[in-house]
């Protein structure tokens, strides 16, 4: 079991900056597949970037790179997403997910939501105009 908690969201207006965590506990922090999915009412839950813990190895939705940055800290047992340059569709609730499995962080599945079977409760991002 990998229990996450997220923090971090907040209301900012356009062009503004946040950095959301996600702490994970229940497994070992460097060998994990885990990351960021963002979703808006209505839509499906949308991958924003991932990352394998075990080397850092990044995947990241094309229409946002340059302005998201996925990180982690292995003492802390936390992994960061900076959000620069937030625009209004930018809003939405940032989750967190994690799989220790070794299939999920490739090119193939990292994108697919239903790969991840760890979920935190979320965190509300709202980017203002």
């Known amino acids: 079991q990998i229990q996450l908690v997220e923090s971090g969201g907040g209301s900012v207006q356009a062009g503004g900056t946040l950095t959301l965590s996600c702490a994970a506990s229940?497994?070992?922090?460097?060998?994990?597949?885990m990351g960021w999915f963002r979703q808006t009412p209505g839509k499906e839950r949308e991958p924003v970037a991932v990352r394998y813990t075990g080397d850092g190895s990044t995947y990241s939705a094309d229409s946002l790179k340059g302005r998201f940055t996925i990180s982690q800290d292995n003492a802390k047992k936390t992994l960061y997403l900076q959000l620069n340059s937030l625009l209004p569709e930018d809003t939405a609730l940032y989750y967190c997910?994690?799989?220790?499995?070794?299939?999920?962080?490739?090119?193939?599945?990292?994108?697919?939501?239903?790969?991840?079977?760890?979920w935190g409760q979320g965190t509300e991002v709202t980017v203002s105009s």
């Open positions: 997910a994690a799989d220790p499995g070794p299939w999920v962080c490739n090119d193939a599945n990292w994108s697919r939501h239903r790969a991840y079977r760890y």
């Open positions: 229940g497994y070992t922090f460097n060998s994990i597949c």
